[in-house]
């Protein structure tokens, strides 16, 4: 039997602030959350515009999304999904059999994710650059449209190595830096673009992703692979829109395995 997921850590507070952040020997910072701006905007944002939409909302704009996400492949595994938001995503682990945990940082979203789940997952409030679990304890993690909105990627990527398996998998998903769906947001709003990509105006950090950034930001994994998807175009048929998507889409969509050899 490995360490139980989605219970308390057995590691200290400030272990885990040292894991996700580097720090070395003997500093004394312990708080679970990693406080910047790019975090209280995060916030901010969510809990006064909550995204809560259905399942078939949801899966109707982003058709390629359950089998990108591998929704149906990790039956009896240990699923960790870092920014759940209201917890659709989290429900299709769940439904199909995984052992599910959600984390988040917006109240509003946890509230609604566990009205959503009604019980059958673990849902928690964490920041992904401070997860409380042991290390080694998860199978896979997943991450949709999250880890773009932080100023510190690579320390939440850092931490989801501490917390996979050996073996594990993880499955990130964010914004590209070359999308036709990026293009037609700069020309219709060429001053204040980045207001109008998510659900209301209210300002949130955003990053976009190359397919080099994307190698880098998952550096040392193993078995990287990196796909592009959702390309969407006023009055022209998805099936033409379909095809683009590999070289315009707006996701890129990376997953691999957890490193070999991981250096804290």
Sequence with gaps: MGRACGGKNRESSAERTKYARGLGPGTSEVSVFVSNTATHLAQQHWNETALFVSEEKRYGIYPWLPKAAEFKEHRGEHVLEIGCGTGCDLLQFAKNGAFATGVDITDKHLELAKQRLNGLTTILKA?????????????????????????????????????????????????AAHSLNLLLKKAKYPLDWRLHIENSTSPVHLDFYSRQAVFDLVAPAREVRVRKFHC?????????????????????VVTGKKPAQLTM
């Design 127 to 175: 920041d992904g650059a401070v997860l409380p679990f042991p290390a080694e304890c998860f199978d896979y993690a997943y991450s949709h449209g999250v880890i773009h909105h932080s100023d510190h990627p690579r320390t939440i990527v850092r931490e989801i190595f501490r917390v996979l398996k050996p073996e594990g998998r993880f499955n990130i998903q964010l914004y």
């Design 232 to 252: 969407t175009i006023p009055l022209i048929p998805s099936r033409i829109t379909h095809k683009l998507a590999s070289w315009l889409g707006y996701y890129v």
